[in-house]
């Protein structure tokens, strides 16, 4: 981003009260996430098998155990 572009976004953010600052920041950060991308799954290809059958067991049981319970505090 220029220095102009920069400095004009940041200008107009300062004349906003702090709550629409706040959204401000969280639709940037929404829009940062939209613009990543993960690994083509081409380059991963290479690596399908490459983890031990029993770490993948362990792997599953972790999952089973702990990812199918829901935490309220987790908000």
Same mark, same amino acid.
């Given at each position: 981003?220029?220095?102009? &572009? !920069?400095?004009? /976004? %940041? $200008?107009?953010?300062?004349? =906003?009260?702090?709550? &629409? !600052?706040?959204? /401000? %920041? $969280?639709?940037?950060?929404? =829009? ?6 993960? /690994? ?36």
């Amino acid at each position: 981003m220029s220095n102009a &572009l !920069q400095s004009a /976004v %940041l $200008e107009q953010m300062e004349t =906003l009260p702090e709550e &629409l !600052q706040q959204r /401000v %920041l $969280e639709y940037v950060q929404a =829009l940062q996430a939209l613009a990543r991308q993960g /690994v083509p799954g081409a380059r991963l290809l290479p690596l399908a098998g490459t983890i031990a059958p029993d770490d993948l067991v362990l792997m599953r049981q972790a999952i089973e155990e702990e990812c199918e319970r829901v935490d309220a505090s987790d908000r």
